[in-house]
């Protein structure tokens, strides 16, 4: 069951949204080679508690961290800890924040550095998908509409949209209905109507869509071990069409 989102409600999501995008930035900054992941985590954790909010993830059915820290060919749900960045490297971070009983959630893909070409133009076309995945989020348009347009534009640069993870309302809890695929799938999906809130986050790969989980049970990899990007904006629809509600505004 979609449940719909008022205003009030909507205005307390974008309230920790904006605590969410400045630790987001805040962590991007200190993405530099030789910091470990649990560094990273650390200081996010603490900027989020520091301005009145609570990370969403840190025991979220048991993850053990604030962020989700995926590095190359991982996807999503890294666990931080010892591992260190280096030049060159992709670093995914997937956040979430608590304010007032409400849950914003947001992801970047960080290059470390100078990037190969290929590295920045995957960064490029997830970042671009997720934002004509946005444009489509209008009332009386459906949930597959935003799943083509990722589709689409992932495709038409040689990449590919993992299937075996999606999009998904968010708000009263981190993973609510419905689910927003970023590939189109045999039924357009709900109807589009304002107070819906998602979270619309294109997993795009350099080679094959499949994924394996790791031993942890958490990190998930790219079959291929080839590298994997990861962008997502928390969004409300309104009589207007989208409201991001995580870009710090």
């Known amino acids: 069951m979609i ?26 900054r200190h993405c530099v080679p030789g910091v470990r992941t649990q560094e990273l ?6 900027y989020i508690r520091d301005q009145g909010g609570k990370p969403s993830f840190k025991g979220y059915r048991g993850f053990p961290g604030s962020l989700c820290i995926s590095v190359n060919e991982e996807v999503v749900h890294g666990i931080p800890g010892r591992r260190k960045v ?9 956040c979430g924040v608590t304010w007032e009983g409400f849950v914003a959630d947001s992801a970047t893909t960080i ?13 490029d076309v997830t970042r671009e998908a997720l934002y004509l995945g946005i444009d489509q989020a209008r009332p009386g348009r459906f949930i597959r509409d935003i799943s083509k347009a990722v589709q689409d534009h992932v495709e038409k640069h040689g990449f590919t949209v993992v299937r075996d993870l999606v999009g998904h309302g968010v708000g009263y809890s981190v993973h609510e209905e419905p ?49 994997s990007a990861h962008f997502e904006h928390t969004i409300a629809v309104t009589e207007n069409g989208p409201r991001i509600l995580t870009n710090g505004d």
């Not at 280096?86 to 997937?94: A, E, M, T, W």
């Not at 290059?111 to 960064?123: D, F, I, S, T, Y």
């Open 111 to 123: 290059a470390v550095g100078e990037v190969e070409p290929e590295l920045q133009k995957l960064m």
């Open 41 to 46: 985590d650390q200081m996010a954790e603490q």
């Open 3 to 28: 449940r719909y989102k008022s205003e009030s409600e909507i205005e307390a999501i974008r309230h920790g949204g904006r605590i969410l995008r400045q630790a987001l930035e805040l962590v991007t």
């Open 86 to 94: 280096r030049q060159g490297d992709l670093v995914s971070v997937d």
């Open 179 to 227: 689910q927003v695929p970023n590939f189109v799938g045999p039924r357009k999906g709900p109807k589009i109507l304002p107070g819906l809130v998602i979270a619309i986050e294109p997993m795009v790969n350099v080679g094959t869509s499949d994924v394996v989980m790791l031993e942890d049970r958490w990190t998930i990899v790219t079959r291929d071990r080839l590298p």
